[in-house]
């Protein structure tokens, strides 16, 4: 089964930017659609954006504007560009497929994810 590594995390100051990358081991082709996933301290994960082989996105509302997705297929890669980060932006970020279901078994094996940490 495809392993998802997730890079590119680190402390930034509010206002600044990020570049997160989810390398995966084989193709993600099948992988439809694939996003990037929070999981702030002690809450739950939740879906911040998504890219489909047709290149429609979703973002989640409090992103809008500032996050970009990108999906290259060629690479087996997605990346999360961030901008005007802010505090809230703090957390665990993964990768995996969009499902509908939350069962675990909808997914891949979640990978370790990366930290981004936001402060003042």
């Known amino acids: 089964q495809v392993q998802l590594v997730e890079s590119g995390g680190g402390l930034v100051q509010a206002g600044g930017s990020l570049r997160l990358s989810c390398v995966a081991s084989g193709s993600i082709a099948d992988i439809n659609p694939m996003g990037w996933y929070r999981q702030a301290q002690g809450k739950q994960s939740e879906l911040i954006a998504s890219r489909s082989n047709a290149d429609s996105t979703y973002y989640r509302a409090s992103v809008k504007g500032r996050f970009t997705i990108l999906r290259d297929n060629a690479k087996n890669t997605i990346y999360l560009e961030m901008n005007n980060l802010k505090r809230e932006d703090t957390g665990v970020y993964y990768c995996?497929?969009?499902?509908?279901?939350?069962?675990?078994?909808?997914?891949?094996?979640w990978g370790r994810g990366t930290q981004v940490t936001v402060s003042s």
């Open positions: 995996n497929v969009v499902s509908a279901r939350t069962d675990s078994s909808a997914f891949l094996p």
